[in-house]
């Protein structure tokens, strides 16, 4: 029988984080992720946007991404094994955040929230955005929020593989198995048990499923809220050189930014046509009848573009709120949670590892006070939304 002093049900980001922070800070015990992908590609960090921002509306939510960025910037040091320093291809080009007059208090409120936890949002009115974004079309229009530093996109698949990698040089382990049961005793996490008929003891188990943490919640008996929900990806190119663009949010939901010589674009759907979806076929529709006609009516130089390549992946929604759930839960206290992410969790895969293993070896938030975020909420019901979901 194999045992684990924390046992780490998925291998993407979120996984890949918990463990690596947890061994960084010299966690005394035996630390086991357990992911069946060999390829590392299926879950949602293979197929993620990669996207880092400061515009969100709750405190917790930005002050996460703002540890994200400070570890961007600081991997190459900071998981270097060997002397390689890992390439994220971090492009701090910021987001834009456009807005009609309807949507104008609530960018204002944000930014503020957003300055005071130390966030570079200039606020724009419709004579400021001609002024920097000269490509956009304004009509409609009448402002938006610019991250001028601190936002932008990076390989999301180059950051899993580097906490993966400094991770298992400093003891991590992986087992290369699907978690298939989950046993409880006494209140506490007995062992989990794996398609191949391994029983591995466990003192603490994680939940890093991703889009599939609600099922593995379920085989402890616990009920997590989150689902899959399929969101798609066009890649495309443009004859006109706008390479230097921020990852642009039109006010209709779509957004666009730079890919290399290329752009890539999506939308997430209206929550009444978005349902639990295992499947990651694309709508090739989706491009021809909302993406392109959108793009090319606020970007001219768009009308002229070519779809090249599409892929799609699943968003984790958290169906009560969209936000995260991190910690424990309140029956189970070796059962945490690290999930529902709903998008934004390529970004806070470094402060979620930080605040699971401040969790596992204090007891506690250390660093920053995540229990907003944590799972009594589901149980009372009681939602905390954020505003800013691409
Ligand atoms: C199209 C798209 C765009 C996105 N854009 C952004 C963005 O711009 N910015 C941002 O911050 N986030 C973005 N995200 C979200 C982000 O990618 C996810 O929040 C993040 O990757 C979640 O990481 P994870 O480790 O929880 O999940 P995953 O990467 O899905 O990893 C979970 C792992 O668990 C494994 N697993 C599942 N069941 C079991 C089991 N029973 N036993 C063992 N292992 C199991 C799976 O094989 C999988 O590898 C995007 C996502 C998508 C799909």
Known sequence: ????????????????????????????????VIEPDPSFESGSTGRSAGGLRQQFSLPENIRMSRYGLDFVRQAPARLAVDGEAPDLAFKEQGYLFLAPESGMAALTENQAVQTAEGADVALLDRDGLAEIFPWLALDDLA??????????????????????????????????????????????????????GRRVACGRLVNAAGAAAGRVAALAGLDLPVAPKKRQVFVF??????????????????????????????????????????????????????????????????????????????????????????????????????????????????????????????????????SRLGYARIAAGAPLFERGIV
């Open 143 to 196: 402002g938006g929020a610019f991250g001028r530093s601190g936002e932008g996109w990076l390989d999301p698949y180059a950051l899993m593989q580097a906490l993966k990698r400094k991770a298992r040089s400093l003891g991590a382990e992986l087992l290369q198995d699907r978690v298939t049961g989950i046993e409880i005793a006494g209140g506490r996490v007995e062992a989990l048990t794996t398609e191949a």
């Open 237 to 370: 190119d443009c004859r006109e050189d706008l390479a230097h663009l921020p990852l642009t949010v039109d006010p209709s939901g779509v957004y666009f930014r730079p890919e290399g010589a290329q752009f890539i674009c999506g939308k997430s759907p209206d929550p009444q046509d978005d349902p639990d979806c295992w499947d990651d076929l694309v709508d090739y529709t989706l491009f021809e009848e909302v993406l392109w006609p959108t793009l090319a009516a606020r970007v001219p130089a768009f009308e002229a573009i070519k779809m090249q390549s599409a892929w799609a992946g699943w968003y984790e929604v958290n169906t009560l709120d969209h936000n995260a759930v991190i910690g424990p839960h309140p029956q189970v206290e070796t059962f945490l949670f690290a999930n529902g992410f709903s998008g934004h969790g390529l970004q806070q895969a470094p402060a979620v590892g930080r605040a699971i293993a401040e969790l596992i070896e204090t007891g506690g938030f250390r660093s920053l006070d995540l």
């Open 1 to 32: 029988m194999h045992s684990a002093d924390v046992a780490i049900v998925g291998g993407g980001v979120i996984g890949w984080s918990v463990a690596f922070h947890l061994v960084e800070g010299g966690f005394d015990g035996r630390v086991l």
